[in-house]
């Protein structure tokens, strides 16, 4: 089935890597930011790409839920005889996994199928698919606006999606699979059509064979007015920790030094079984103790609760991160009430005051909806006082973007003129990166604790050769660290010592004693480590 094509002008990837309606840390390194990711990622190739009998083409736009759907994706079709080529010009079935959060990430997915379109009219034996968030959501308007889209498979559904190629393959016609709606029956048998299939993994899918998602929780009932997730991801399900800390013992078999664990409010986790019940705190315990896994993040926490239990949790857990994302959203009450949040300013200063006292030193992110409906410039000041106040380590800035299906599209005009939302973007994102590069300046003269990764976006950019180039790896606290460095020294967890900073980055030097035999030892010397 496979065929080369090489007098066409489809740009080998479809999608541009520009990032999508968001403002947010510009780092050099290869998966910048913390909780979204909105630039399109390309699956690598296979090395055996040429022989497989099938090959396929995968581009993931969204957070790092989709970046796990996409490795489940692929793990399962590598079983069904495809491999991966980053070319869709010489795939099979050419995959986009996509996101619903705003308009332009939809946006984009749509350009990318409006540039397929004479492709797929030359070539219709490729299987064109669209997965994910906009496949659950917009199923009928996907087909009308490229028809000759073959098979759609929401986030819920994606162990369908070898039944669905072969279908389209050997039938032709358009195939569907999508979860139940909110409304379309009873409780359990909507959770169960939400079901994700997690144990598939496949560790070349990942970023680094070092660093693994583990998702905990599935879909969300917060019901914040302005987002589409609890329609398009389903009734929120913690997963049950047996099976969760399988997976990290897996994970940790295959190399895995660091997991993140992902959720929409991952710290709200909750297991009930008969009269046994596993709270949050209880999972990060329980995964402390698997051997070989030496880090655990988790992303993205729900303000109200982050109790003490999981504040002393972390603490008491050298593994866990002292990183807490807690998307604050907005700095005034009357716009945390129109989004529905669920609680207030003075909450959320409270819940900093209780990471202050519980869990000194730790750093804490968040993200702010912009211009959501009726938002003046008063209500905009409050969120810059927040932003000042609290001084997160980094903050993820978006722009109101108006979601059909949600509340707020019912209810509320979205009144705030394009240039104005344009306007506090950047200004709340120029008090974030001041206060950044104020948090930054202090780790100058320290050495820190990084996690290697491998080589920068800058390395990679600039193709650099041979075996010294720019490394890049992140603190326990998830700050971006650059540094020059052999590219062997990927996965190790080693002392940087930190010389300069921008608002985004960590800019170091490898700390290093050479022995007698010119072996090159890594030893932190100095002062103590930073705990960063
Ligand atoms: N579950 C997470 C939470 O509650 O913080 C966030 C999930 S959402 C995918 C990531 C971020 O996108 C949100 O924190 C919010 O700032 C932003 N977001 C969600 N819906 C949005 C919308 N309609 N317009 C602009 N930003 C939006
Ligand atoms: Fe969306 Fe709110 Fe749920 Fe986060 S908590 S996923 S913002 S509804």
């Known amino acids: 089935m496979s065929c080369h094509i090489s007098n066409f002008s489809l740009p080998r990837r479809c999608a541009v890597s520009n990032p999508v309606n968001s403002s947010q840390p510009k780092a050099d390194s290869q998966a910048e930011g ?28 969204g957070c790092q839920m989709n970046m796990l759907d996409s490795e489940m994706v692929v793990a399962d079709l590598r079983r069904h005889g495809f491999a991966v080529t980053a070319d869709m010009r010489d795939a099979d079935a050419i995959l986009f996994n996509t996101c619903s959060v705003r308009e332009q990430a939809e946006n984009k997915t749509y350009s990318a199928l409006g540039r397929l379109r004479e492709f797929k009219l030359r070539y219709p034996e490729k299987i064109v698919g669209v997965l994910g968030c906009m496949a659950q959501k917009d199923q009928g308007l996907i087909f009308e606006r490229a028809p000759f889209v073959d098979l759609i498979a929401g986030p819920g559904q994606l162990q369908r999606v070898p039944e669905l190629i072969r279908a389209a393959r050997e039938r032709g016609g358009r195939h569907t699979a999508v979860s139940l709606g909110r409304t379309d029956g009873k409780l359990e048998v909507i959770r169960r059509s939400h079901e994700t299939f997690d144990p598939l993994r496949d560790p070349a899918m990942r970023p680094t064979p070092f660093q693994a998602f583990l998702r905990i929780q599935i879909g969300c009932d917060k019901f914040c007015t302005y987002c589409v997730v609890p329609m398009t991801r389903g009734p929120e399900q913690g997963r049950p920790p047996q099976q969760i800390l399988e997976e990290a013992r897996i994970l940790a078999d295959q190399g895995c030094k660091e997991i993140t664990l992902l959720g929409q409010t991952v710290n709200s986790y909750r297991y009930r079984d008969g009269d046994r019940t596993t709270s949050f705190a209880g999972l990060l315990y329980l995964l402390h103790d698997v051997d070989g896994i030496e880090r655990i993040k988790f992303v993205t926490n729900y303000p109200k609760d982050m109790t003490v239990e999981v504040l002393n949790a972390v603490r008491e857990l050298r ?8 998307p604050a959203q907005s700095g005034s009450d009357e716009v945390l009430k129109r989004m529905k949040r669920g609680y207030t300013v003075g909450d959320y200063r409270e819940m900093m005051s209780r990471i202050r006292e519980h869990l000194p030193g730790a750093a804490v992110s968040s993200d702010f909806i912009v211009g959501f409906c009726g938002e ?14 609290c001084r997160f380590k980094n903050s993820f800035i978006f722009k109101y973007s108006e979601r059909e299906g949600t509340k707020a599209a019912a209810n509320l005009p979205d009144n705030v003129p394009f240039e104005v939302k344009q306007r506090r973007n950047n200004e709340l994102l120029e008090v974030q990166n001041r206060i950044s590069l104020e948090d930054n300046r202090r780790f100058i003269g320290t050495p820190v604790e990084v996690l290697v990764e491998g080589p920068s976006k800058k390395s990679l950019r600039e193709g650099e050769q041979g075996d010294a180039v720019q490394m890049t790896g992140r603190t326990h606290c998830d700050r971006i660290v650059v540094f020059p460095g052999h590219r062997r020294l990927a996965g190790q967890i080693l002392p940087i010592g930190i010389l300069d900073v921008t608002p985004f980055t960590l800019m170091g030097t490898a700390i290093t004693t050479r022995s007698n035999n010119d072996l090159v030892q890594l030893s932190v010397s100095g002062p103590a480590i930073h705990p960063s």
Request: a negative charge; aromatic letters at 8%; charged letters at 30%.
């Open 376 to 389: 003046t410039d008063e209500e905009f000041r409050m969120t810059v006082d927040l932003v000042e106040e």
């Open 34 to 61: 913390s909780t979204i990711d909105n630039e399109s990622t390309i699956a690598p190739a296979d090395s055996a790409c040429a022989a497989a009998k099938y090959r396929l083409y995968i581009e993931t736009v």
């Open 319 to 326: 593994k866990v991160s002292p990183y807490l994302h807690v």
